[in-house]
Structures are given as structure tokens and as C-alpha cells.
């Protein structure tokens, strides 16, 4: 007999260009779950600095957080799979906090490796000039943070058939 579980509500994170958009997808198939790409939920001035080279001032990624944050609640208990840089812990906190049960799945690799997949990429707003801003930034995710880290060495069905692996080792979501 099959076990019943909640799926969890998954934030794929990680600096630009470890493949948030192309493993979030995979991954979100994988659990069976509905995918957000969280570029879209950015207001136009946003896409707007990012595209200018400018990158984000925290008071410009509140109102950004907020939409994934309440995408995420509004799948509590239903699970889903959206993804957001969620660099910084105060960044997860802000999610955490409109949808407590959120996990993150950090994507993580070499700078030479990310900025290689970067430099490849088509029609893309995030320049690879901004990618030492994006490293400068980042905080990992800490021992108190439910979430795994999952190297992007690979193909993206690899990577997001690590990640997958990795979550089940968590613990279940609380309803």
C-alpha cells in the first residue's frame, strides 16, 4: 500500500545561471507538482535594473518575495515547485514567513562552471557581469534552514534526479 505524504512546497534557489529555470521544471515533474517560474513574479522595474546591469536593492526584492512567498502558502499542503535566488537568509526568512513550511533546494557549483552555462544562454535579462554581485551575496543555507544544497555538475536530469533524492530524505511538511 502506497504511503500517503504531503509534498512539500520547494523554492529552488541559487546565484544566477545554476539552471533554477531549466532543473525547477524537472524537478517539479518529478514530484508531480505545479512549477512557478519566479522571474515572473518581478515587477517591471526590476527586469528593467537587471537588464540595465543594476542589480536589486533589497528594498526592490521585498514586493518580489512577497508574490513567491504567497504563490508558496496558497500550495501549502498541495506542494509545488517555484524557483527565486533567495540568496540572502533574510530572503528565505521573508518566505518562510508567508509560507512556513517552504524547503529550499540550493543549487550550487564552481563560479567558472555557473559563469560558463551563463555566457551560453539566450535571451536572458541577468548579465554574467552581475553573477560576482550575486556570489557576494549569497549566505548558504544554515543548519537551522530545512533545505538541501545539490551540486549542478551534470546534466539537468541528473541534477534534478539528486535533487528529488534529496528532499525525501526530509523531513514531511507540517500541515
Avoid: C
Avoid at 505524504?5 to 545561471?17: D, E, I, K, L, S
Avoid at 544554515?142 to 541534477?159: M, S, W, Y
Amino acid at each position: 500500500m502506497q504511503q500517503l505524504h504531503t509534498p512539500h512546497v520547494v523554492v529552488v534557489m541559487g546565484v544566477a545561471g545554476t539552471g533554477k529555470t531549466t532543473i525547477g521544471p524537472l524537478l517539479a515533474a518529478r514530484l508531480g507538482v505545479p512549477y512557478a517560474e519566479g522571474d515572473d513574479f518581478h515587477p517591471p522595474a526590476n527586469i528593467a535594473k537587471m537588464t540595465a546591469g543594476t542589480p536589486l536593492a533589497d528594498e526592490d526584492r521585498w514586493p518580489w518575495l512577497d508574490a513567491i512567498g504567497g504563490w508558496a502558502h496558497g500550495r501549502a499542503g498541495l506542494g509545488g515547485v517555484v524557483s527565486s535566488s533567495a540568496l540572502k537568509r533574510s530572503y528565505r526568512d521573508r518566505l518562510r514567513a508567508a509560507a512556513p513550511g517552504v524547503v529550499f533546494v540550493h543549487l550550487t557549483g564552481s563560479r567558472e562552471l555557473i559563469e560558463d552555462r551563463m555566457s551560453h544562454r539566450q535571451g536572458h535579462f541577468m548579465p554574467t557581469a552581475l553573477l560576482d554581485s550575486q556570489f557576494a551575496t549569497l549566505q548558504p543555507l544554515e543548519p537551522d534552514e530545512a533545505g538541501v544544497a545539490v551540486d549542478v555538475a551534470g546534466t539537468p536530469e541528473e541534477i534534478a534526479e539528486r535533487a528529488a533524492a534529496a528532499l525525501k530524505d526530509l523531513p514531511e511538511p507540517t500541515r
